[in-house]
C-alpha cells in the first residue's frame, strides 16, 4: 500500500512467515472475527433496573403528552383566528412563528412531509404544521405573542417556570435517559400545574380531587385497576399521602365499619368531629360489639391479652358517645354495634356522591390494623363509558362493593344508646 494509505492489521494472530500468505496480489486483508469476552446477558439487577427506567420515563411521557397535546390546542384556539384569514390553512403557523422561528417551521413542515411519504400519518387530525412543533417551539409561539394569550393565562411567570421544571423531564424522557424519582415528581407537579393554567384541569372538579388529586396515569388506566387510587403497605405510609384531615375534613357524609374505628377515634379530635357534624356531615360508626364472642377470637389471633382489645373498643365508642352528646342533632352521627365475624376496615367519605373517597383494610390473622395494608379507592368515577374500540359495564368497582357490605351490617346492626 502506498504510505498515504491505510495499513490494516493482519487477519491472524500467529506470525506470518516469509512468503506465505493466501491473499492474492493488490487485496487488503480484513480482521477476523475475534473474542472479545464482552458478556451480553443481563442479570436480574441490570432487569429490574431497566424496569424501572422504563416505568419512570412511560409515566412522565404521559404527563409530557397531556401537556403537549394541551399547549398546542391552546395555541391553535388564540392564533389561528388572528393568522388563518390571512395567510390561509397551511400557512398561518408559518406566519405566526415570524423571521425568528421560521428555520424550526420549516424543519416541522419538512418532518411533516416525510411521514406524510412513508405513511407515519394515521390521523388526518395531525396533518398540519402545528402536530410536528414541539414543546419549547409551541412556548416559543406562546411567548412571542403574549399579549394574544394574556386575556386567558393569569400568571406569564408561573406558567414560564412550571415549563421550565418540565423541560428537565422531557430531555430526559426524549433522550432515553435515566430519570430519578425526584425528576419525575417534579415533572407531575409541574405538569398538574400547567393544565391547571392553561385551563385544562388534571383533576375531575369534585372536592375528592383536591384531597387525593387524580393523575394523568390513573385517569387513563384506571379501568384496569378498577376504582383502587392507592395501595399501601400499612396505615402509616398510608397517612403520609393521605392525612386524615384531608381524609375527612370536608366529608358531607362518613359511613365507617371495623372493630374499633381507630383511624378516625385517635387520630381526628372530638372537637373537629363536633364541627365537621355541626356543618352539616352524616356520620354513621359500626364496631363490632365488645361483648361479643368475635372479640375473644381476635384477641387470641393477635396474641394479646384477654379483655385488652374489648376495653379498647368500649373506649373508642364512649368517646364517640360524648361526641354525639355534644351535637344539637344527636341524628346527624349514628353509633352501632355488630356481632359478626369482622373481615374488613372500611371509612367511605361521600360514598353517595361522584366525589367519594375509601380507605380499605382487610384484617389478617396476625397483623394490627396499623400493620395492615390499605387501599384507597375512588368512589363515583364513572367507569360505565364506552371507550375506543371496547366498553366498560363495571358500574361501581371496588368503591360500590364495600358501601354494599356496610349497608348489609348497618341493617343487621343494633344501636348504641
Keep these: 500500500m502506498s504510505s498515504g494509505g491505510l495499513e490494516l492489521p493482519p487477519g491472524d494472530d500467529s506470525p506470518e512467515e516469509d512468503g506465505a500468505t493466501d491473499t492474492p496480489p493488490g487485496v487488503v486483508s480484513l480482521t477476523r472475527p475475534r473474542e472479545i469476552g464482552a458478556e451480553l ?72 412531509e416525510v411521514s406524510r411519504r412513508k405513511g407515519y400519518l394515521l390521523d388526518p387530525a395531525d396533518d398540519n404544521v402545528l402536530s410536528f412543533l414541539t414543546l419549547p417551539q409551541l412556548r416559543e409561539l406562546l411567548v412571542q405573542h403574549w399579549p394574544c394569550f394574556e386575556p386567558y393565562l393569569d400568571d ?37 400545574r400547567l393544565l391547571d393554567i392553561l385551563g385544562g384541569g388534571h383533576g375531575s372538579g369534585a372536592p375528592s380531587a383536591d384531597r387525593l388529586p387524580i ?20 396505615r402509616v405510609r398510608l397517612q403520609r399521602q393521605l392525612p386524615v384531615e384531608d381524609l375527612f375534613g370536608s366529608a358531607r357524609r362518613l359511613d365507617a365499619v371495623g372493630i374499633g374505628l381507630n383511624l378516625l377515634v385517635q387520630n381526628y379530635s372530638g372537637r373537629r368531629l363536633v364541627r365537621l357534624a355541626e356543618s352539616g356531615c352524616r356520620a354513621r360508626l359500626l364496631f363490632l360489639n365488645p361483648a361479643s364472642s368475635a372479640v375473644r377470637r381476635r ?37 352501632r354495634v355488630f356481632d359478626e365475624t369482622p373481615r374488613f376496615t372500611a371509612y367511605l367519605v361521600n360514598g353517595d356522591g361522584s366525589d367519594g373517597l375509601a380507605v380499605v383494610q382487610s384484617y389478617l390473622r396476625k397483623a394490627r390494623g396499623m400493620e395492615s395494608p390499605v387501599l384507597v379507592l375512588r368512589g363515583g368515577t364513572g367507569r360505565n363509558v ?32
Design 41 to 112: 446477558d443481563w442479570d436480574a439487577g441490570a432487569w429490574g433496573e431497566v424496569r424501572t427506567r422504563a416505568r419512570r420515563a412511560g409515566r412522565a411521557y404521559i404527563w409530557l403528552n397531556l401537556v403537549e397535546q394541551r399547549l398546542r390546542a391552546v395555541v391553535a384556539a388564540v392564533l389561528r383566528p388572528v393568522y388563518e384569514p390571512v395567510h390561509g390553512e397551511e400557512e398561518w403557523v408559518v406566519a405566526a412563528a415570524g423571521p425568528a422561528g421560521q428555520e424550526w417551521v420549516q424543519r416541522a413542515a419538512a418532518v411533516r
Design 386 to 417: 364506552l371507550r375506543e374500540g371496547w366498553a366498560s359495564d363495571d358500574a361501581g368497582g371496588l368503591f360500590e362493593t364495600y358501601r354494599e357490605e356496610f349497608e348489609g351490617v348497618w341493617e343487621d346492626s343494633r344501636p348504641v344508646s
Design 215 to 234: 393523575d394523568a396515569v390513573e385517569d387513563l388506566v384506571g379501568d384496569r385497576y378498577a376504582d383502587v387510587v392507592g395501595v399501601h403497605p400499612d
Design 156 to 192: 406569564r411567570r408561573e406558567l414560564e417556570l412550571a415549563l421550565d421544571e418540565l423541560e428537565v423531564a422531557r430531555n430526559v424522557v426524549s433522550r432515553n435517559r435515566a430519570l430519578s424519582q425526584t425528576v419525575l415528581a417534579q415533572a407531575e407537579r409541574a405538569s398538574a
Design 299 to 335: 384477641e387470641r389471633e393477635l396474641g394479646i391479652k384477654k379483655g385488652e382489645m374489648s376495653r379498647s373498643v368500649e373506649m373508642n365508642i364512649m368517646h364517640m358517645r360524648r361526641v354525639r352528646d355534644r351535637l344539637r342533632d344527636a341524628g346527624a352521627f349514628e353509633i
